[in-house]
């Protein structure tokens, strides 16, 4: 049974045709798997069906009967729930508020709120409070919460946008359980992913746009396939650092590092952590949900203080007390969370890209608007970014070209060593492919990298070595070639050492 049926979906904004003439069909029980670059039209799709633009061309049709689809309420009442990429979650509230956030009646009956939120969390591997903050949770956490608030309505229609582009293999295997659960019980479910290594397990059919046109379907997976249908051309190398680097002189060395973790933020604390990294060398941080591997970015990047341990960088003494002393002395952080780490949304790409190095363009105390200008243009163009111009509002780019900006604005500062946290998070193959290019070009040119991922295949196929954490410790290091996925996860389940 066709429990939705989209016909002819169009949709223009200013200068820009997003959608023309889309349709997708959606049966009982089924998942039907949504690709396309950044910008090919999915979120668009998708917002329509939730009821956030109001103002579409075509027709929706719910169970064979037209349903009206003009505000998210009117979604609702049609059993639609969306988990969107950017998180919709209030992070002043609780979680449990969050949830039942728009469904509140006049006396709130909070003690059921909070043991239906708890339900619901166990259900997806979280032990947290309900009435834990937003704020206080990590990112992974926040997109667990989103399922969980989706599930908590009478869904029919459930449309996941990235649900796993935060969460390590074990949650996402978690996430997959509670997606067979719902198609048991006849739910349609839509899923947007760039990974797609996931569509073989989680997908019964594959929808693909580009260029806001249905471009065609596929019943199975064919990877190279699927990524020309994507992308219009062959993509070449995802991966292109075949034979690892070659590695220089010791540029970063850590002994012993302690920190002390927050529990009421969610902070996991490091426990005597040691490691190096050479010029020339790709260095990849694994580890679980928790794990800590944000929390060693951080560390070395001056947010967090040390309570035990060393750093030194390129021989010297190295204790940063804030992120602008790392920036100073050659260090740069890619953030995981772009927009709320990383870019001021409502401003220029201009703005955004020379923000970390706006002390080279100054000129007897003022800024020399053209050389800041001529810099970021170079940055612009060398990573390909799409903007119309360097003065539109970075808010508005697709998901990968934020993360080129946010690239473009550290490579400003001539760093020596970056700290990558989750930097393909949540972008289309193209610029999946584009980023590790990037990658291998720094570790080629002399700069070290240190990157954490939660995408096991990108560790395994752009690392020199692999190090795992668990609970805040170093629990095993991989040489290139030296372990697979199993091995990874075995270390990163595991408390103590692991022998390799």
Not at 34 to 48: H, P, Y
Request: charged share 25%; glycine share 10%; aromatic share 4%.
């Amino acid at each position: 049974m066709t429990v939705l049926e989209m016909r002819a979906i169009g949709k223009s904004f200013p200068g820009v045709r997003a959608l023309d003439g889309v349709n997708l069909t959606v049966g009982e029980g089924e998942v039907v798997a949504l690709l396309g670059e950044n910008g090919a039209g999915k979120s668009t799709l998708m917002n329509i069906l939730a009821g956030v633009f109001k103002d579409y061309e075509g027709e929706i049709e719910i169970a064979g009967e037209p349903a009206r689809v003009h505000s998210p309420k009117e979604a609702a009442r049609h059993g639609i729930a969306m988990i969107h990429q950017e998180l919709n979650l209030v992070p002043e509230l609780s979680i449990a508020d969050n949830i039942f956030l728009g469904r509140e009646r006049a006396i709130l009956d909070r003690k059921s709120m909070e043991a239906r939120t708890a339900e619901l969390l166990r259900g997806l591997g979280l032990d947290l409070s309900p009435r834990r903050l937003i704020k206080q949770c990590k990112i992974a956490e926040r997109q667990l919460i989103e399922v969980a608030k989706a599930l908590s309505q009478n869904v029919r229609v459930l449309v996941m946008d990235e649900p796993t582009s935060a969460l390590a293999d074990a949650e996402v295997q978690r996430l997959y359980g509670v997606i067979r659960d719902l198609t048991a019980r006849g739910v349609a479910v839509i899923y947007i992913s760039h990974r797609l290594e996931e569509l073989e397990e989680i997908a019964d059919r594959v929808v693909v746009l580009r260029d806001g046109r249905h471009i065609g379907e596929r019943s199975t997976v064919d990877r190279d396939e699927l990524i020309q249908m994507m992308v219009g051309r062959p993509l070449g190398e995802m991966f292109p650092r075949a034979n690892g680097g070659s590695e220089g002189d010791e540029l970063l060395r850590v002994e012993g590092l302690s920190v002390p973790g927050d529990p009421a933020v969610g902070r996991t604390a490091l426990r005597g952590i040691s490691l190096t990294v050479r010029a020339g060398e790709i260095v990849g941080v694994a580890g679980l949900m928790g794990a800590g591997r944000s929390e060693l970015l951080e560390s070395i990047f001056g947010v967090h203080r040390p309570s035990e341990g060393s750093i030194s960088l390129a021989g010297a003494p190295y204790r940063p007390k804030s992120p602008k002393q790392a920036i100073d002395r050659g260090v740069a952080l890619v953030a995981e969370d772009r927009k709320a780490q990383s870019l001021v949304l409502g401003n220029s790409v201009v703005f955004n890209a020379s923000l970390s190095s706006l002390g080279r363009y100054l000129r007897l105390w003022r800024v020399d608007r053209r050389r800041e200008s001529a810099a970021v243009e170079r940055q612009v163009r060398d990573l390909r970014v799409k903007t119309p111009g360097l003065r539109f509002t970075v808010g508005n780019l697709s998901g990968g070209n934020q993360q080129k900006v946010v690239l473009a604005k550290w490579l400003l500062t001539e760093p020596s060593l970056i700290l990558m946290d989750e930097p393909t998070r949540g972008i289309d193959v193209g610029a999946k492919a584009e980023i590790h290019a990037l990658m291998s070009e720094l570790a080629a040119s002399g700069k070290a990298v240190l990157v954490a991922s939660s995408e096991l295949p990108e560790l395994l196929a752009m690392c020199d070595r692999i190090l795992v954490l668990c609970e805040g410790r170093i629990t095993a290091e991989f040489p290139r070639g030296g372990a697979g996925q199993e091995a990874i996860l075995e270390a990163a389940m595991a408390r103590q050492q692991v022998t390799t």
